[in-house]
């Protein structure tokens, strides 16, 4: 089983940054893929960056070029590196984990861009 928990969430302005962490419960080195995914009120979740345990990242259209992806082994942590935020952006962001075929899930922590 993993568990995970997100932090770093917030209310920041329009052309902000964030940084999201994922602390993770097992070695980051077992797991398939980490994922930041996120979802908007009155919106289905979706994704917007993944992590491969190769380190192959894969980012949504709509966050490429402002957002990133990073873990550190030895804490066992994924990162989401969030800039130039925009209204749209905000959500609540979850952390998956893909632990050979069963889908992991954090509670989420809000982010708000918002003036």
Same mark, same amino acid.
């Given at each position: 089983?993993?568990?995970?928990?997100?932090?770093?969430?917030?209310?920041?302005?329009?052309?902000?940054? *964030?940084? *999201?962490?994922?602390?993770?419960?097992?070695?980051?080195?077992?797991?398939?893929?980490?994922?930041?995914?996120?979802?908007?009120?009155?919106?289905?979740?979706?994704?917007? +960056? =993944?992590?491969?345990?190769?380190?192959?990242?894969?980012? +949504?259209?709509?966050?490429?070029?402002?957002?990133?992806?990073?873990?550190?082994? +030895?804490?066992?942590?994924?990162? *989401?590196?969030?800039?130039? *935020?925009?209204?749209?952006?905000?959500?609540?962001?979850?952390?998956?984990?893909?632990?050979? =075929?069963?889908?992991?899930?954090?509670?989420?922590?809000?982010?708000?861009?918002?003036?």
């Amino acid at each position: 089983q993993v568990q995970l928990v997100e932090s770093g969430g917030g209310l920041v302005q329009p052309g902000g940054s *964030l940084r *999201l962490s994922c602390e993770v419960s097992r070695s980051i080195s077992t797991i398939n893929v980490m994922g930041w995914y996120r979802q908007a009120p009155g919106k289905e979740r979706e994704l917007a +960056a =993944t992590i491969s345990r190769g380190g192959i990242t894969n980012y +949504a259209d709509s966050v490429k070029g402002r957002f990133t992806i990073s873990r550190d082994f +030895a804490k066992n942590t994924v990162f *989401l590196q969030m800039n130039s *935020l925009k209204p749209e952006d905000t959500a609540v962001y979850y952390c998956n984990a893909l632990y050979y =075929t069963v889908n992991y899930w954090g509670r989420g922590t809000l982010v708000t861009v918002s003036s």
